[in-house]
């Protein structure tokens, strides 16, 4: 039948338009898959900020800026004719998430996980109790975070986590000026820090060191900072049989243990002016003070359980450790969206390999998920590829095996009424201007750029670039 033939040939040769919420490395992952994968597909996308790359820009810390070089691969992304970036669009609240359906043949979610998880101990809400996820963003230069307020008076500060975050806090908190000067840190927080009476930072961890979700490298690094003194406990260093069975099995926990047996032997040294403590099975359970954060207490715990699966058992011994800052870095959370099946336990948007899944179990036609928000804060920036990778692959083969008529029209209404809604969007361009910008200001200060912090002021450096009417995005 010839008809049904050239049908099936016009579905093939189709431009599918497809939506991706969210900027950072699942959703420029997820554009790279669509666009290289051969189908003809057309991809707009979307982020609340002005400004792109996500977890990259305001995540990454400043001082780690081989991690951040990254972007560069996701410029040659957007500079595929056949990609859109629309920035200072809030999806969910300016433009909610079936509107992208009704327009789309596909809409990607990859808004990862901006939240962070509660200790749920009394006094955690004192003044002084933060969040890494309000002091990296602060320092990063994230315009939700510019005002926040941090106490750096008290000569002891306290990070509770044990992983890579929580040794990014203690290295920015720990660094000298001079060391940080040569980074991207934003001059606001630069200027804090550089006032700051802070001289012994304390890393505590629930489990042992063994368990410590720390990588290598970053850990290591710890060790080589102009002025700081890396502290261990050798007593906190011993093991128990089910830990060394670990070490037996985990090449990544041998080489923490042995940079830590390292940290231990160390001599103090007077030039070192600020010190690391590593504390392990500690547990908080409550912060007190007046008006302020005065002191954190803990409860030391126990190792009990299997290899591989222990946990910590209160032993009825405690701890209290006084401080004026405690930064709480035991996890980020995924933030819910309007109209999508979100599960608050996990805090990730319901899903079967990236497919969206409503609550009787059927995938939701069109909708997907990649990055954090699928599958939690996890991973490092690469990782984000091949699950963004698994997602597209599904998106492909819905696209290719569904019967779908042209949204082009769809989308140019849908394009029309946002510029219609005196919104002040930007485009690639946009951000270019941005960005030229502020490394222009960098170089000034021999800083690889020195970020605009407010959402203003990325508007106006980027105001020639306003998406208006008759732009093409």
Same mark, same amino acid.
């Given at each position: 039948?010839?008809?049904?033939?050239?049908?099936?040939?016009?579905?093939?040769?189709?431009?599918?338009?497809?939506?991706?919420?969210?900027?950072?490395?699942?959703?420029?992952?997820?554009?790279?898959?669509?666009?290289?994968?051969?189908?003809?597909?057309?991809?707009?996308?979307?982020?609340?900020?002005?400004?792109?790359?996500?977890?990259?820009?305001?995540?990454?810390?400043?001082?780690?800026?081989?991690?951040?070089?990254?972007?560069?691969?996701?410029?040659?992304?957007?500079?595929?004719?056949?990609?859109?970036?629309?920035?200072?669009?809030?999806?969910?609240?300016?433009?909610?998430?079936?509107?992208?359906?009704?327009?789309?043949?596909?809409?990607?979610?990859?808004?990862?996980?901006?939240?962070?998880?509660?200790?749920?101990?009394?006094?955690?809400?004192?003044?002084?109790?933060?969040?890494?996820?309000?002091?990296?963003?602060?320092?990063?230069?994230?315009?939700?975070?510019?005002?926040?307020?941090?106490?750096?008076?008290?000569?002891?500060?306290?990070?509770?986590?044990?992983?890579?975050?929580?040794?990014?806090?203690?290295?920015?908190?720990?660094? =000298?000026? /001079? +060391?940080?000067? %040569? *980074?991207?840190?934003?001059?606001?927080? #630069?200027?804090? @820090?550089?006032?700051?009476?802070?001289?012994?930072?304390?890393?505590?961890?629930?489990?042992?060191?063994?368990?410590?979700?720390?990588?290598?490298?970053?850990?290591?690094?710890?060790?080589?900072?102009?002025?700081?003194?890396?502290?261990?406990?050798?007593?906190?260093?011993?093991?128990?049989?089910? =830990?060394? /069975? +670990?070490?037996? %099995? *985990?090449?990544?926990?041998?080489?923490? #243990?042995?940079? @830590?047996?390292?940290?231990?032997?160390?001599?103090?040294?007077?030039?070192?002016?600020?010190?690391?403590?590593?504390?392990?099975?500690?547990?908080?359970?409550?912060?007190?003070?007046?008006?302020?954060?005065?002191?954190?207490?803990?409860?030391?715990?126990?190792?009990?359980?299997?290899?591989?699966?222990?946990?910590?058992?209160?032993?009825?011994?405690?701890?209290?450790?006084?401080?004026?800052?405690?930064?709480?870095?035991?996890?980020?959370?995924?933030?819910?969206?309007?109209?999508?099946?979100?599960?608050?336990?996990?805090?990730?948007?319901?899903?079967?390999?990236?497919?969206?899944?409503?609550?009787?179990?059927?995938?939701?036609?069109?909708?997907?998920?990649?990055?954090?928000?699928?599958?939690?804060?996890?991973?490092?920036?690469?990782?984000?590829?091949?699950?963004?990778?698994?997602?597209?692959?599904?998106?492909?083969?819905?696209?290719?095996?569904?019967?779908?008529?042209?949204?082009?029209?769809?989308?140019?209404?849908?394009?029309?009424?946002?510029?219609?809604?005196?919104?002040?969007?930007?485009?690639?361009?946009?951000?270019?201007?941005?960005?030229?910008?502020?490394?222009?200001?960098?170089?000034?200060?021999?800083?690889?750029?020195?970020?605009?912090?407010?959402?203003?002021?990325?508007?106006?450096?980027?105001?020639?670039?306003?998406?208006?009417?008759?732009?093409?995005?």
């Amino acid at each position: 039948m010839p008809g049904a033939r050239d049908s099936k040939s016009a579905e093939l040769f189709m431009v599918f338009n497809v939506a991706i919420v969210g900027s950072g490395p699942a959703g420029f992952y997820a554009a790279e898959a669509l666009l290289c994968s051969g189908i003809p597909v057309r991809v707009d996308m979307f982020d609340r900020l002005p400004v792109p790359f996500g977890l990259v820009r305001y995540g990454v810390a400043p001082d780690h800026q081989k991690l951040k070089a990254v972007t560069a691969v996701f410029e040659r992304i957007a500079d595929n004719p056949h990609f859109s970036f629309v920035g200072n669009l809030d999806i969910g609240r300016e433009v909610q998430v079936s509107q992208l359906q009704a327009a789309y043949h596909g809409v990607v979610l990859a808004t990862g996980a901006i939240g962070d998880r509660s200790l749920d101990i009394a006094g955690e809400d004192l003044p002084g109790s933060v969040s890494a996820t309000e002091l990296v963003g602060w320092y990063n230069g994230h315009p939700d975070f510019r005002d926040k307020s941090f106490d750096f008076s008290h000569p002891t500060a306290v990070v509770i986590g044990n992983g890579n975050v929580a040794l990014d806090v203690c290295r920015i908190l720990s660094k =000298s000026v /001079d +060391e940080l000067r %040569r *980074s991207d840190i934003c001059e606001h927080a #630069l200027d804090e @820090l550089a006032a700051s009476n802070i001289t012994d930072v304390v890393l505590i961890g629930r489990r042992g060191p063994v368990q410590a979700k720390f990588t290598a490298k970053e850990l290591r690094e710890l060790g080589e900072l102009d002025e700081v003194q890396p502290v261990v406990d050798p007593a906190e260093l011993q093991l128990d049989p089910a =830990s060394i /069975d +670990e070490i037996q %099995r *985990s090449a990544a926990a041998a080489r923490n #243990l042995e940079i @830590l047996r390292g940290f231990a032997h160390r001599l103090e040294t007077a030039t070192k002016r600020r010190r690391i403590h590593f504390r392990f099975l500690l547990a908080p359970y409550s912060i007190e003070g007046t008006r302020t954060v005065e002191q954190v207490n803990f409860e030391r715990l126990r190792l009990s359980g299997q290899t591989g699966n222990q946990g910590g058992t209160p032993s009825g011994q405690y701890v209290s450790i006084p401080t004026n800052l405690v930064v709480r870095s035991v996890g980020y959370r995924g933030i819910s969206i309007p109209g999508v099946p979100f599960d608050e336990r996990s805090a990730t948007i319901v899903q079967q390999k990236g497919r969206v899944i409503d609550r009787d179990g059927n995938a939701v036609r069109g909708l997907y998920v990649a990055g954090w928000i699928k599958r939690g804060p996890n991973g490092i920036v690469g990782t984000n590829r091949a699950c963004a990778i698994e997602t597209i692959e599904l998106v492909l083969a819905d696209l290719i095996a569904t019967s779908f008529e042209s949204s082009d029209l769809r989308r140019e209404l849908f394009l029309a009424t946002l510029r219609g809604r005196s919104l002040k969007l930007i485009d690639f361009q946009g951000w270019r201007r941005i960005d030229a910008l502020e490394r222009a200001d960098g170089a000034a200060k021999a800083k690889p750029r020195e970020k605009l912090t407010r959402v203003s002021a990325m508007l106006k450096a980027s105001e020639r670039a306003l998406i208006r009417s008759g732009s093409d995005i």
